[in-house]
């Protein structure tokens, strides 16, 4: 599943949303941002895969098939690499579910967020690093 060559040490970030339109836009301008990832299309494939690569950023949507975004983000956050998870979510239902769920996440986001805004809130999960672009 990784678009891109993974390396021990190298920070990565797990895109998991089973719109698979947007979740290969989302990858395209995190790639084009300087910042790896790979990808997963419900809950429990994000799950998955985070024990296989142990991503420092996990973009989880909140609803989707086999394990929702609010259920696999309390998972997330107790691995012991401890991820920062960033939710996104199109319905505001969820945004609120989400913000009322007392979760340690890293910030809740409406799916229309623009995508450089989101790539600005990934670099700041990733310590603040500059994007290859300069986000």
Known sequence: MANQPLTQGTAIV????????????????????????VEASDGRMALSE??????????LDIKMP??????????????PWRPKVI?????????????KADLSVFAVLEKLVPLKLLA??????LGGRAGKRGS
């Open 120 to 125: 600005r809130f990934v670099w700041e999960a």
């Open 87 to 99: 939710l996104m979510s199109g319905f505001d239902d969820s945004v609120r579910l989400a913000n």
């Open 14 to 37: 797990l895109v998991a949303d089973d719109n698979a339109s947007l979740r290969s836009k989302i990858i395209d301008f995190l790639t084009l941002e300087g910042i790896r990832s």
């Open 66 to 79: 086999a394990l929702d975004g609010l259920t696999a983000a309390k998972l997330m956050v107790e691995l």
């Open 50 to 59: 985070a024990l296989r690569v142990q991503p420092s950023v996990v973009l």
